[in-house]
């Protein structure tokens, strides 16, 4: 009948699930800590999970029954194991890194009628407590002082110990502050092939678009256009970006223009958002642009939706049975899409059709696929999975074609932790993979070698991405110790004499952010945002010659390392209370 209060749950026996309950079931659930074989009470494990934990991690740990903390960063088959740090507060072990496995089963009667309530309810706790504390460190001395004073402050350099310069991001400053807009964490950012778009998304079920100043009217008529002329959806085709311009006038009314925002000229992008997609019911977890402008954005309400610029409503949803961890638009094809689920299915969509016009399996005992990505220009469709497999399937048939299990040949890391990010390296043949060891491995794909393992950041639960500099000659990822990490894809043997070819340990590090950093990209087009000669002001450049310029940069052989000119590089990152920053690093050869 209507108009009854809810009833609380129940567990099986019939017991109310008060909060004394919930802590009762907390503290009578051991947990084995798989490195030392101690036994702790839930409780005390729920509060080693990391303060960043993001909601796709806890869905995973609930589903695997093994909860990871925060302490694993460092240690590395390179390293020997170290003896046990003893606790001041009560003598118990804490190990660098601590893998909790749940053993409900076996503990008390009481806790096998709860466990799976405890599920949820535990889960919920984690969760309303990681909206509550935007986790300022007490031990942290800028924590406290910098916040609100977006500008003013100047960025937190550091490098590895044994990295001794010449620096190439010590000069690097914030220049504006997009924060504000989000509520809640940003899970994932990416810029438009053109680079004068920025899509936004994550905790708040809302995905944002972000325009440069001098691209606003260009996008503005674009839509003015679409939403007077026949209101006829966009639909995608094998049209390129400027095709898909040509017919765009300067002079279309500005009917719907919103009058500049008043505020300083030199920032980027203008400081609202130029859209606000609204459809989503839970967290966004990944974005992927087409050339013309559709956007695909994946969640853990178990759809994809399609959007394109001009247009303010969802043109269509695409339905799955789990959550959608990953998607992307084939390059050469945006009538299609790959897209990876917690089903452990990886699905090529046909988008006219609204159709699943290829699939297939991964097989296994975890079959969660947490990355997914095209390589080789569309040849190879890769997944990357929860395990630490990346597999390669060629896109005609979408049939297996090889893997490469991401571990290390000793030590912790050699049990394949989840992969978080897969990004091609065009020119050579290379893949970038990111996972929760705290590594970043660039493999080449003709002999499945690694080429490049980087380390020093912090990545042991979070969804954080590595991904390349606009010219592939720069990594940049976020980090779950707040700080923004970058390395050179190669190392500049001028700078190293003795160093091993395949191992990167020289970071350097940015902190402007008082949370994880949860994701860091770098603009594909910097000369966009800082013109590089002063005198070719961007003043009345059309976007016909902007697009030509653009597309011709595109090309697939541009090589990484590219000896660096003078360099100037354009830096997003967002974190998990919603802050998103914009950096600008100017640096003279």
């Not at 008390?108 to 935007?134: I, P, T």
Request: net charge neutral; with cysteine.
């Amino acid at each position: 009948p209507t108009g009854q209060r809810p009833q609380r749950p129940r567990s099986n026996s019939g017991r109310e699930l008060t909060d004394e309950v919930h802590i009762e079931i907390l503290a009578s659930v051991m947990i084995k800590n798989l490195d030392t074989g101690e036994e702790i009470p839930l409780i005390q494990a729920e509060e080693k999970l990391p303060t960043g934990i993001n909601p796709l991690t806890l869905h995973i740990m609930r589903r695997t029954k093994e909860y990871i903390t925060n302490d694993a960063a460092q240690s590395d088959d390179d390293d020997r194991g170290q003896a046990p740090l003893t606790d001041t507060d009560g003598g118990k072990l804490k190990q660098k890194t601590t893998r909790l496995k749940k053993f409900l089963g076996k503990s008390v009667k009481r806790a096998k009628h709860l466990a799976e309530e405890y599920g949820e309810k535990a889960v919920n706790k984690v969760k309303s407590v990681r909206d509550e504390v935007f986790h300022n460190d007490q031990d942290d001395p800028s924590s406290s002082d910098d916040e609100g004073m977006p500008y003013t402050r100047p960025v937190k350099f550091k490098a590895a110990h044994s990295f001794k310069g010449p620096f190439d991001f010590d000069q690097v400053k914030v220049v504006q502050d997009l924060s504000g807009e989000h509520m809640g964490a940003v899970w994932t950012m990416k810029f438009s092939h053109c680079g004068r778009l920025l899509a936004t998304a994550g905790q708040d079920n809302v995905v944002r678009i972000w325009v440069l100043k001098n691209s606003f009217d260009y996008f503005n008529n674009m839509r003015a256009k679409y939403n007077t002329e026949g209101r006829v959806s966009p639909s995608p085709s094998q049209e390129s970006l400027c095709s898909s311009k040509s017919d765009t006038d300067g002079g279309v009314s500005k009917m719907s223009s919103v009058p500049e925002d008043p505020e300083d000229k030199n920032l980027p992008f203008r400081q609202i958002p130029f859209c606000k997609y609204k459809g989503h019911t839970a967290d966004l977890l990944d974005l992927s642009w087409s050339k013309n402008y559709f956007l695909l954005s994946s969640s853990m309400d178990k759809t994809v939706r399609l959007w394109h610029i001009s247009r303010r409503e969802c043109l269509c949803c695409f339905q799955h049975i789990d959550f959608v961890t990953a998607i992307a638009f084939h390059p050469r094809d945006d009538r299609y899409f790959l897209s990876g689920s917690l089903d452990g299915k990886l699905r090529l969509w046909n988008i006219p059709d609204k159709k699943v016009a290829l699939w297939n399996e991964v097989d296994g005992q975890t079959r969660l696929i947490t990355a997914a990505n095209f390589c080789q220009n569309g040849k190879y469709a890769v997944i990357g999975t929860y395990d630490g497999r990346c597999i390669f399937y060629d896109t005609e048939r979408l049939k297996y074609h090889t893997q490469i299990h991401v571990r290390s040949t000793r030590g912790r890391n050699r049990v394949g932790r989840k992969i978080t990010g897969i990004e091609p390296l065009p020119g050579e043949n290379k893949i970038l993979v990111t996972s929760n060891d705290c590594r970043i491995r660039l493999y080449d794909l003709r002999d499945l070698s690694l080429s490049m393992k980087y380390k020093g950041y912090v990545n042991s639960s979070s969804q954080i991405k590595a991904s390349f500099s606009h010219d592939y000659s720069f990594i940049v990822s976020g980090s779950e110790d707040k700080y923004v990490y970058i390395w050179s894809t190669y190392h500049d043997l001028s700078k190293f004499t003795s160093v091993r070819r395949d191992r990167n340990d020289f970071w350097e590090g940015i902190k402007a952010h008082n949370a994880v950093v949860t994701s860091a990209i770098f603009a594909p087009h910097p000369n966009l945002i800082v013109p590089q000669e002063a005198g070719a002001e961007k003043a009345g450049a059309g976007a016909e010659a902007e697009c030509k310029s653009v597309d011709s940069t595109d090309s697939e052989t541009i090589p990484s390392g590219a000896l660096k000119a003078d360099h100037t590089e354009v830096l997003l990152s967002a974190d998990f209370t919603g802050a998103i920053k914009v950096f600008i690093n100017v640096k003279k050869y």
